[in-house]
């Protein structure tokens, strides 16, 4: 997903949870929802690039090219956790009540 700029997207969640990996952008939405693997520790849930050039994209997809054939245990790893992602809106119903919590706490000078 070569994006300029992406306020939210569905589609790299929607990658994720069906363990395809998405190579996306880094921006916005994207950029919050994927985390960039790491090849030394297989942690991630998908490829990241900077650049919006056709360079960029080029390196990120052969290097998600390289992992698959030289890392099939990372990939299954990254699948997995990929598909364990809770993008409902019951998570993050969850986040705006703590901050909304903290705030009121910040502000009124409670704790909650």
């Not at 990120?60 to 890392?71: F, I, P, S």
């Amino acid at each position: 997903m070569p994006s300029q700029y992406e306020p939210c997207g569905l589609n790299q969640m929607y990658s994720e949870l069906y363990g395809t990996l998405p190579i996306v952008r880094r921006t916005g939405g994207l950029a919050d929802t994927v985390e960039n693997y790491n090849q030394e520790t297989g942690d991630g849930t998908g490829f990241m690039f900077d650049s919006l050039t056709p360079g960029a994209i080029y390196d990120t997809v052969g290097w998600a090219v390289w992992a698959y054939y030289n890392r099939k245990e990372h990939i299954k790893k990254m699948q997995k956790r990929g598909m364990e992602q809770d993008f409902t809106w019951k998570a993050s119903c969850e986040k705006y009540v703590e901050v909304y919590k903290e705030a009121l706490a910040r502000g009124c000078g409670i704790n909650n």
